[in-house]
């Protein structure tokens, strides 16, 4: 039987070995951006992968959401290593879809070249053979949380419940069978080093909001209507005045967008659309936060005469990070990069879907720093498809290697050693309660 080190050099062999074309693969989704839950391309590309190594899958999970998986050499536990479909729209990034603008301005392709890359260190001869227990191999949709309204309608046409992929995933079942899971993210902050790992995330709930007046002729008639843009605009005041309430340690974050602001300059706006997120470092400190929001968007609509409808969405839970399977993937990081190069995070002020996954099991979610510019911004673009993709399913894999070999002994020790925050079905309940529809009118 290979030793651990020899089953990670034969992993990190493999991945060189197939190393241009998971680079490859991840360009191509950077040129074939798309938006979540419309991930059409990027699913089937994953899929043919999949084929072409023999990895059995199902697809169509959350609409286009794929997992795969390969089989130890004997019984064990189940680890996930996850990669996001998804893009964001952002005008402007020199690879945005000239069309709608979607673009790769977080890094998900060389989330699914990681994903892939570990795929590939895994098949290496003998590997999952020396391992115990299962790994599933899961290219998620929609971790990036926008096209709200788009979203909300498909939710009340059926076709979802919640409107992130992995939530969808959770309340499908498709992450019954698993116990622990990992997935890396690129980064381009030059403070974090090479690799950045643990720290924390704010959870989130979102909101679709809707003004409604009267429209008039808005020169020659103004009085006769009611501004439905003015209600938005006193609702964002509001909601600015709300700032010295929160405390500091509760990380809030609000930031709204108007996302129809009239029909025509010269009728006085009789529907205006508005979307924002409500973020905390608690989920505490979100729903407190997000009654205040509301608060201010019924003065609004009051302080008009007009009418306001809220609809609040569960968005996502705060992340935590597992400290034991952290030390290991550290160790592998530390063997790549060098120990100097890596860096532990603090708390992180935007939001994951990852962070549901981490209330029901232990969870980890590092960071390669392998792009430049502002996420989310159009300057975000990866730089080094090495470290981006290669150098970040190196350490998955051989973290992987460590968490199944000798029986699976440090992943069961984790999974025993957990307690998890939730179960799925007081996960699904709390979701639940967070969904909320009112039409206020002065």
């Known amino acids: 039987m290979p030793s651990i080190e020899e089953l990670k050099a034969r992993a990190v062999a493999e991945i060189d070995a197939r190393g241009e074309q998971l680079i490859r693969t991840a360009k191509t989704i950077l040129d074939n951006p798309e938006p979540g839950f419309r991930e059409e391309k990027t699913s089937w590309l994953v899929q043919s992968i999949f084929s072409e190594w023999g990895i059995e899958h199902e697809s169509g999970i959350a609409i286009t959401g794929v997992k795969g998986g390969l089989a130890g050499g004997s019984q064990g536990p189940a680890l996930a290593v996850m990669g996001e479909l998804d893009s964001l729209r952002v005008i402007g990034h020199p690879h945005a879809d000239p069309e709608n603008s979607a673009a790769h301005a977080c890094g998900h392709h060389c989330q699914i070249g990681m994903m892939l890359g570990v795929a590939a260190g895994l098949q290496a001869d003998g590997v999952m053979e020396g391992l115990s227990g299962k790994v599933s191999l899961i290219a998620v949709p929609a971790e990036e949380y926008i096209e709200i309204e788009y979203r909300d309608d498909l939710r009340r046409q059926g076709k979802l419940e919640f409107i992130g992929g992995k939530p969808e995933f959770i309340r499908l079942g498709a992450l019954d069978d698993v116990d622990l899971a990992m997935m890396t993210h690129t980064s381009a902050n030059a403070n974090e080093g090479k690799i950045a790992f643990g720290g924390s995330n704010n959870g989130m709930v979102a909101k679709r909001i809707r003004f409604l007046g009267r429209a008039s002729h808005a ?113 592998n990081a530390a063997s790549l990069v ?53 150098t970040g399913a190196k350490a998955m894999a051989m973290t992987v290697i460590d968490l199944l070999a000798d029986g699976a002994s440090n992943a069961n020790r984790i999974v025993g050693e957990y307690d998890p925050p939730l179960t799925k079905q007081t996960y699904l309940n709390l979701m639940r309660s967070m969904l909320k529809e009112s039409t206020h009118t002065s």
């Open 338 to 390: 060098g120990k100097e190069n890596l860096v532990r995070l603090g708390h992180r002020t935007g939001s994951t879907d990852m962070g549901d996954v981490s209330q029901l099991m232990p969870v980890i979610h590092p960071y390669v720093v392998a792009a430049t510019g502002n996420g989310h911004g159009n300057d975000y673009v990866v730089q080094d498809y090495e470290l981006g993709v290669l």
């Open 219 to 331: 020169g020659g008639a103004p009085h006769l209507g009611v501004n439905a843009l003015n209600a938005a605009m006193i609702a964002m005041s509001g909601i600015h005045a709300q700032r010295e309430t929160y405390r500091d340690d509760g990380t809030v974050r609000i930031h709204p967008i108007i996302t129809q602001g009239g029909i025509a300059v010269s009728s006085v706006p009789a529907d205006v659309r508005m979307e924002t997120y409500v973020r905390g470092a608690s989920i505490d400190a979100f729903r407190d936060a997000s009654e205040k929001v509301d608060r201010a968007l019924r003065a609004g609509a009051m302080a008009v005469g007009g009418s306001v409808e809220i609809t609040t969405l569960p968005g996502y839970l705060p992340i935590q990070s597992n400290e034991s399977m952290l030390g290991l993937y550290g160790q």
